[in-house]
């Protein structure tokens, strides 16, 4: 497999990796304020709570995808070139996301 293709990939699965891992924090601390809302605050806490679940899983996803790509790169012994970027990928930078990378 061409080394500078295979650094690239691993790059990028650090990146989809660290992502997903804020997310997990981030759906952590989102249900940590729900938790302790005030019955006033408890349905807009609990928003937030779901909106935080809907990046992580999405982020999840991204990260699985990639890994799928690499995993068919390597059973084909590398000889096809796998986008760094995937469709859902593309996707969500267009949401206007507040990861702090960029594609």
């Known amino acids: 497999m061409n080394s500078e293709l295979h650094a690239a990939q691993v790059d990028h699965l650090l990146e989809l990796y660290c992502a997903w891992r804020t997310e997990c924090a981030a759906v ?18 609990f928003a937030a709570y779901e909106a935080a679940l809907d990046r992580e899983e999405s982020a999840a ?14 059973a084909r012994g590398g000889r096809d070139t796998v986008t760094t970027e995937s469709r859902s990928a593309r996707a969500w930078a267009t949401t206007g996301s507040a990861w702090p990378w960029r594609w």
Do not use: C, K, N
């Open 28 to 45: 952590r601390a989102a249900y940590e304020r729900f938790s302790t809302a005030e019955p006033s605050e408890r349905g807009l806490a």
């Open 61 to 74: 996803q991204l990260y699985a995808d990639q890994i799928s790509l690499v995993s068919a790169t390597l």
